[in-house]
């Protein structure tokens, strides 16, 4: 199988090729190199398999470079993108080229190659907003739905912020261009994402960040009361999931689904996750409490149902064990971030 990975040496990127690459699966991965920890993911992976590890360095935003790159492939996994909301509301052009246009770039190039290969597209919860017409309930330590057990698919969309907006437009390309053109499309809507090679930073990939900075003695800020839930997936789960909308795209063709930990892995950001975190380092973790971040969900929780119904698919690796296993190889990898400060 051929497949090409844009954002291939990000966290979801580099993880993904390394499965791949250890099937003996053609890799090739797209990427601007711009994103912290891309050079060191690209370096562990051409430190694993060699050459086999392939690079185009170029930009979603360079559409001619994508139509060479998926010419001849089978499978196109888009993970390229701007991935912080702060961002997007200090830079909404830039955030708008990178993933709505940058998106565009991709389905068209999927569209022109001469056999289409098939598109997964990493979208976001972000593009149900705040989920201002869901019932919360507040607990000692949580918030959580009164109603529903998780988000479902057919929830309505509510682009909330330039992000939300920018991440929303993909989303709807991508699930048209197979209704219009039938191409093979499948579109992921991703709650938090983590695990290995996650060079977490304020703005994205929070409990990397958390963990890191919990190791190094950096200053941790938590947005809102801390209590704001999330479901968290390990990145492996994740992978589990685009194998088999491949293998099973028959089914999934055009298809939408919410993928996150599910109730079963969720937990609120500070509340409950940091006494773990101060379990594991063995002592109290400072923090600083600052003001909710506008279009922050009290709790995004995904219903990942359709996803089980359909492909099969259940996620495998308990949430504690996740971030044991992440603390872990932050501890083992300590230098790389060292080098960062």
Same mark, same amino acid.
């Given at each position: 199988m051929r497949v090409l990975i844009t954002g291939g040496a990000g966290f979801i990127g580099s993880n993904l090729a390394h499965s791949l690459l250890s099937e003996q699966h053609q890799v090739t991965l797209y990427d601007n190199l711009s994103r912290p920890g891309g050079k060191q993911n690209l370096t562990w992976l051409r430190g694993t398999f060699g050459d086999a590890a392939l690079l185009i360095e170029?930009?979603?935003?360079?559409?001619?470079?994508?139509?060479?790159?998926?010419?001849?492939?089978?499978?196109?996994?888009?993970?390229?993108?701007?991935?912080?909301?702060?961002?997007?509301?200090?830079?909404?052009?830039?955030?708008?080229?990178?993933?709505a246009l940058g998106t565009f770039n991709v389905v068209e190039a999927v569209r022109l190659a001469p056999k289409p290969p098939m598109l997964l597209y990493a979208s976001t919860n972000k593009v149900?907003? !705040?989920?201002?017409?869901?019932?919360?309930?507040?607990?000692?330590?949580?918030y959580r739905y009164r109603d529903l057990k998780g988000i479902p698919e057919i929830q309505?969309?509510?682009?909330?912020?330039?992000? !939300?907006?920018?991440?929303?437009?993909?989303?709807?390309y991508v699930r048209d261009y197979a209704r219009i053109y039938g191409l093979r499309t499948v579109v992921f809507r991703q709650s938090c994402i983590y695990g290995p090679r996650q060079f977490g930073v304020e703005d994205q990939g929070w409990l990397a960040h958390f963990i890191i900075a919990a190791q190094l003695g950096r200053p941790i800020s938590i947005y809102?009361?801390?209590?704001?839930?999330?479901?968290?997936?390990?990145v492996d789960d994740l992978i589990d999931v685009y194998r088999l909308a491949i293998e099973r795209i028959d089914v999934a063709q055009g298809e939408i689904y919410n993928i996150g930990g599910g109730p079963a892995n969720a937990l609120s950001i500070w509340a409950e996750v940091g006494p773990q975190l101060e379990r594991l380092a063995g002592r109290a973790i400072p923090v600083t409490y600052r003001e909710w971040r506008p279009g922050d969900q009290s709790v995004c929780v995904m219903d990942t149902s359709k996803a089980e119904r359909e492909l099969g698919w259940v996620p495998k690796i308990g949430v504690h064990k996740g971030i044991e296993s992440l603390w872990d190889w932050v501890s083992s990898n300590r230098p790389l971030f060292e080098a960062s400060a």
């Open positions: 170029a930009d979603v935003r360079d559409a001619s470079a994508l139509v060479a790159a998926a010419r001849e492939v089978d499978v196109v996994v888009h993970l390229a993108g701007q991935v912080a909301v702060t961002t997007s509301v200090n830079q909404p052009r830039e955030d708008f080229e990178i993933n149900y907003g !705040g989920m201002e017409g869901a019932a919360l309930v507040e607990e000692a330590t949580h309505p969309l509510d682009f909330h912020s330039p992000y !939300g907006c920018s991440k929303g437009t993909g989303d709807q809102g009361d801390g209590k704001q839930v999330r479901d968290m997936l390990h």
